[in-house]
């Protein structure tokens, strides 16, 4: 820096004579040399930068006052005297041998005559001044101020850092983790993103200083959650662009990361606040992982953020911080289940309008569901089993209009199932299973036309169960076991219908045929009831049938034999505890003996009754796995 000052000012000191040169011929008087001075006198701001290189200026300037002297006016040659008037005739002659002559004669002699006016010294610099003989052609006189061009521009503010330098990104970089991070210790994964956007990375903040500051958060993250051991972690902490790193998504339109999408990638440690800081992500998407700690709050306060899913770790701290709440204008899905969160669901969870997700299963919530939640009519998802809600389903269920899908299971509800559930028009899959529900099921229920499954087992429900339920044609899974429902099985027709369980009810009546002509029916179980009648005939004609549990009735008559090709998916026939009649079939026995690792249970009243040799449906030696004695008649 002291270098290039130097030689500015020395260029300036070269401007400057050759202005003096012009002034002395021109006759101008000592203003000019006044102004000249002003212009380039160094200022207090100069000097404080390294006054040395100012010397060539100064220099020049006591120049400029020995040309001009005290008097004002420009000092000339002394007059002519005695001792050199010849000398002067003769060069005033045109012809050259006299002029030869004079100069010859010329001698260096000393004059008498005491002049006071003082000479000009010979300058020190090499630059040659203009000769003292007056020219033939006209000298232009030079102006009173100095001309501007004829003046160098020079800044003597200190030179900015390239960006794209060395010490321009060290620079940058460490302002950009201190922005974002703060003070942080040697090693940590900070200090390891650090080193690595210095001593690796090539980004530089020319055109885009979020380029950097994303970059630095990402390594943070990278370093925070067990990087090196992830299942997949392609390109990550390389100098490619962010958006070539496994999981990082990136805008088309912008280049910058929108999305974070690394679920079941073996992550661990912590999520780090850092993430918080790149303000163009969307999504965060890290569910199935092994991640620790609280989930960052500045998550929350994300401007674009939308989705956030962190779902099966084991994250601790609330479930509901307040910072949450400031992301209502964008935040569209909240995941956080199977975690080790806690909180209370709060009445400001109505402020959560765009709402769609709301998944909070697994955690240590408690409390009630409040009112405000019905609020969210842009739901479409409120899961949150097992999670210790007490109190009752809101009456205001019904409000939810977009609602899909509803699980309350595994807790503490206690109360009616609120009637208005059957405005839930578009509701496809409720699960209020394992709770403390009591009245009955409503008639309302049965008229979800797109109702898919609807578990509600494990409660202490009582009445029947609503007929309307047999016209729902794309109702798949329906259980109910475990309550004190009474009645008869309503005769289904779904075409779709694949798994029932009403075991451990008081239903009564026959088993409907109609359940065994769903092509899908995989799963049929009525245990312990009290069912009359025969078996179905076509029970054997469902083509996927898996279980089928008849056990724990008062079933009577025989047992249809499944005819060959049929029944090939079997695995579990119980039949026992009933009345029926008759021997076991071969086609079972056959069966058995075909599939032996598939057919694992076929279990009959095949053991003789107590004190006598009567056995109700004797089975084949190595046929049926378990025995029972059956009902006496």
Wanted: proline share 7%; aromatic share 6%; with cysteine.
């Amino acid at each position: 820096m002291h270098l290039n000052a130097r030689v500015l000012s020395l260029v300036l000191a070269t401007h400057l004579l050759q202005h003096l040169a012009s002034a002395v011929d021109s006759k101008v008087d000592q203003r000019t040399t006044r102004k000249l001075r002003g212009i380039f006198t160094p200022s207090v701001e100069t000097t404080s930068l390294d006054e040395p290189f100012m010397v060539p200026l100064m220099d020049a300037m006591r120049m400029a006052e020995d040309k001009v002297g005290k008097g004002g006016k420009i000092s000339k040659a002394p007059k002519s005297t005695k001792c050199n008037s010849k000398s002067s005739k003769a060069s005033k002659s045109t012809k050259a041998s006299k002029s030869s002559k004079s100069s010859k004669s010329t001698k260096s002699t000393d004059c008498e005559d005491g002049s006071t006016e003082p000479t000009l010294n010979p300058a020190p610099s090499p630059i040659a001044l203009t000769s003292s003989t007056p020219s033939r052609s006209p000298t232009v006189m030079a102006s009173s101020a100095p001309s501007t061009s004829a003046v160098p521009s020079i800044s003597l503010e200190p030179t900015a850092f390239d960006c794209a330098s060395d010490a321009g990104r060290a620079r940058d970089a460490k302002q950009i983790a201190e922005d974002i991070s703060g003070s942080f210790d040697v090693n940590s994964p900070q200090d390891l993103a650090l080193d690595w956007l210095l001593n690796v990375d090539i980004s530089n903040a020319c055109e885009d200083i979020s380029i950097m500051s994303d970059r630095f958060a990402l390594a943070v993250f990278y370093y925070s959650a067990g990087g090196v051991d992830w299942i997949n972690n392609s390109g990550w902490i390389s100098t490619d662009s962010a958006c070539d790193w496994h999981g990082v998504v990136c805008s088309d339109l912008t280049g910058k990361p929108t999305e974070l999408r690394l679920k079941q990638n073996a992550l661990s440690g912590s999520f780090p606040d850092e993430i918080g800081a790149i303000e163009s992500i969307t999504v965060i998407q890290v569910f199935q992982n092994n991640l620790t700690g609280a989930i960052p709050a500045t998550i929350y306060t994300l401007p674009e953020i939308v989705a956030v899913d962190f779902e099966e770790n084991q994250f601790t701290g609330e479930l509901f911080p307040d910072e949450l709440f400031s992301a209502s204008a964008t935040l569209k899905f909240y995941r956080v289940g199977n975690n080790a969160l806690s909180g209370t669901i709060p009445n400001a969870i109505s402020n959560l309008t765009l709402l769609r997700d709301l998944w909070i299963s697994d955690n240590n919530v408690g409390g009630d569901i409040p009112d405000s939640l019905t609020e969210l009519v842009n739901l479409k998802s409120f899961l949150a089993s097992n999670s210790g809600l007490g109190g009752t389903i809101p009456p205001q269920i019904g409000n939810l209009e977009n609602l899909l899908q509803l699980d309350l299971s595994s807790n503490n509800l206690g109360g009616v199932i609120p009637e208005s559930i059957g405005t839930l028009s578009k509701l496809e899959k409720m699960y209020i299973q394992g709770n403390a529900l009591t009245g009955s099921i409503p008639n309302s229920s049965s008229q979800i036309l797109l109702l898919n499954e609807f578990f509600a087992d494990d409660n202490n429900l009582v009445g029947s169960i609503p007929s309307g339920f047999s016209e729902l044609t794309n109702l798949q899974n329906f259980t109910l076991a475990n309550n004190t429902l009474t009645g008869e099985i309503p005769p289904f027709t779904s075409p779709v219908l694949t798994f029932i369980d009403f075991k451990n009810n008081r239903l009564t009546d026959e088993i409907p045929s109609s359940i065994f002509e769903s092509p899908e029916l995989r799963v049929m179980i009525v245990s312990n009831n009290l069912l009359t009648g025969t078996i179905p005939v076509n029970y054997a004609t469902a083509p996927k049938l898996t279980d089928l549990w008849l056990n724990g009735n008062f079933l009577t008559g025989p047992i249809p034999d499944p005819l060959p090709g049929q029944l090939l998916n079997i695995e579990e026939v119980l039949l026992y505890n009933n009345t029926l009649s008759g021997d076991v079939p071969d086609g079972f026995c056959t069966l058995r003996e075909d599939f032996p690792d598939q057919f694992l249970f076929l279990q009959a009243d095949c053991e003789p009754f107590d004190g006598t040799d009567d056995i109700a449906n004797p089975c084949a030696p190595g046929c049926c796995t378990t025995c029972f004695q059956g009902r006496q008649v």
